[in-house]
């Protein structure tokens, strides 16, 4: 079973930038597809972005799309959330998850992912 844990949070000005990255151990994560998703207070957790585990499109949520790139390091076993432009809305604790998937899809449903990282806060001021 593969094990998640993100990292790159933390307090950033509107229009500032964080790199979140999600780290694997107990498996390589090429046949993983592997998904960031987002809580804030009070709300439902949200798809933010997704990759598939070899090829095929990512997607992104609209409130993101332009803003925050997805992508893999292989060779690092590692997945990383470029957000750029960041508002005080983006505020949330973010968390990447996997599932198993040879498929070159991936959803933005969190009932899709099977494995999850304990997450880690993003905090954007006005």
């Known amino acids: 079973q593969v094990q998640l844990v993100e990292s790159g949070g933390g307090l950033v000005q509107s229009g500032g930038s964080l790199r979140l990255s999600c780290a694997a151990s107990g498996s390589t994560l090429d046949r993983y597809a592997i998904g960031w998703f987002r809580q804030a207070p009070g709300k439902e957790r949200e798809g933010v972005s997704c990759?598939?585990?070899?090829?095929?499109?990512?997607y992104y949520a609209d409130s993101v799309k332009g803003r925050f790139t997805i992508s893999r390091d292989y060779a690092k076993n590692t997945v990383y959330l470029q957000m750029n432009m960041l508002k005080p809305e983006d505020t949330a604790e973010y968390y990447c998850?996997?599932?198993?998937?040879?498929?070159?899809?991936?959803?933005?449903?969190?009932?899709?992912?099977?494995?999850w990282g304990l997450g880690t806060q993003v905090t954007v001021s006005s």
């Open positions: 990759v598939p585990s070899r090829g095929g499109s990512t």
């Open positions: 998850a996997a599932v198993w998937n040879l498929f070159g899809t991936c959803a933005l449903l969190p009932s899709e992912y099977r494995a």
